[in-house]
């Protein structure tokens, strides 16, 4: 069985600050997702990162897949409240297309 | 691109009755759909994985009577709470999986259904 590890589970900070959400495994996956979830809506798709190593940046969020395709990180750079939500990681490459979530990244920024 | 959309977004009904959610890829083609049920705060449960043409398959705890899902085409699954009961109430999310590729990994996400028995 995968397990994808996300950490911290909870995360207050105040805008303007930067801040980086994790993603760990012992397990290999094909593809690493993550979303961000509002409350009351389903997630939405932030970016998909499939190359070991691969880096992508999204505005100020900047994701990175490990060498070994075991591990991410999403970092935030100068935090706002619009980025407030729960953010997911997701690994693919489960049986049936099946995607393995981490516990997800409750985040608050505050004004 | 890759919209998908749930129908309704809440339902409130008594205990005993059905409720039928629909879930539609609106522009994309989807041989892959996934239900999930999601708690407060909490990530997302996966509850089963539903092929077009065939039967779903549903993850160890989940009642396959009485949550029944139906995929009659690659932009359509249905999920039906049976007897629903004050239990089942909880916020449903499904997704569809495009059909091939490196992409099929990637799951594009419905609103979700907020369902409260009574």
């Known amino acids: 069985t995968q397990l994808l590890e996300q950490s911290p589970q909870f995360l207050s900070i105040q805008e303007g600050e930067n801040l980086t959400v994790y993603c760990n495994s012992s397990s290999v996956f094909s593809s690493l997702q993550w979303y961000r979830q509002e409350p009351g809506e389903g997630p939405v798709l932030l970016v998909t990162?499939?190359?070991?190593?691969e880096v992508k940046k999204l505005k100020r969020l900047t994701f990175q897949f490990g060498d070994a395709r075991k591990d991410s990180s999403l970092h935030i750079t100068a935090a706002q409240p619009g980025d407030t939500g729960l953010y997911l990681c997701?690994?693919?490459?489960?049986?049936?297309?099946?995607?393995?979530f981490g516990k997800g990244t409750l985040l608050t920024v505050n004004p | 691109g890759a919209v998908v959309s749930q129908h309704p977004s809440w339902v409130i009904c008594k205990s005993g009755t059905s409720v039928k959610i629909e879930c539609r890829s609106l522009d994309f083609q989807a041989t892959t759909m996934f239900w999930y049920r999601q708690f407060p705060k909490q990530s997302l449960m996966l509850m089963a994985t539903s092929n077009e043409g065939s039967k779903a398959t549903y993850e160890q705890g989940v009642e396959k009577d009485k949550f029944l899902i139906n995929h009659a085409s690659l932009t359509l699954s249905t999920l039906t709470v049976t007897s629903a009961h004050p239990e089942d109430s909880s916020f449903y999310i499904c997704s569809a999986s495009p059909a091939a590729g490196k992409t099929a990994d990637t799951q594009y996400f419905g609103p979700g259904t907020r369902l409260t028995v009574l």
């Open positions: 997701a690994g693919g490459g489960g049986s049936n297309y099946k995607l393995t």
């Open positions: 990162v499939v190359t070991g190593g």
